[in-house]
Nanobody
Framework: QVQLVESGGGLVQPGGSLRLSCAAS????????MGWYRQAPGNQRELVAS???????NYADSVKGRFTISRDNAKNTVALQMNTLKPEDTAIYYC?????????WGQGTQVTVSS
């Protein structure tokens, strides 16, 4: 089981930027995909962005053009750069690691977009 620790959450004004980081206890290239999900109260947990071992990325339509996912295999980290933040981006953001027989989650980091 991999341990995932998110950081970088906080309070930001609409239109601002925030960068989240996920630190993994194992080499991230061992996983088929790493991703960021988010969940707001009353809503289902949803995929925000993912990146697979080949570097291919996927984004939710709501964040395309604003968010960018990246990885640093040497540091075993996955980042989510969030720009032009909107109030509807407010949620707890979770790091996810997935491969055959493994689907692990971090504890989450709170992102609040408010004036």
């Amino acid at each position: 089981q991999v341990q995932l620790v998110e950081s970088g959450g906080g309070l930001v004004q609409p239109g601002g930027s925030l960068r989240l980081s996920c630190a993994a206890s194992r080499n991230i290239f061992m996983f088929n995909a790493m991703g960021w999900y988010r969940q707001a109260p009353g809503n289902q947990r949803e995929l925000v962005a993912s990146i697979n071992v080949g570097g291919s990325t996927n984004y939710a339509d709501s964040v395309k053009g604003r968010f960018t996912i990246s990885r640093d295999n040497a540091k075993n980290t996955v980042a989510l750069q969030m720009n032009t933040l909107k109030p509807e981006d407010t949620a707890i953001y979770y790091c996810n690691a997935r491969t055959l027989g493994v689907n692990d989650w971090g504890q989450g980091t709170q992102v609040t977009v408010s004036s």
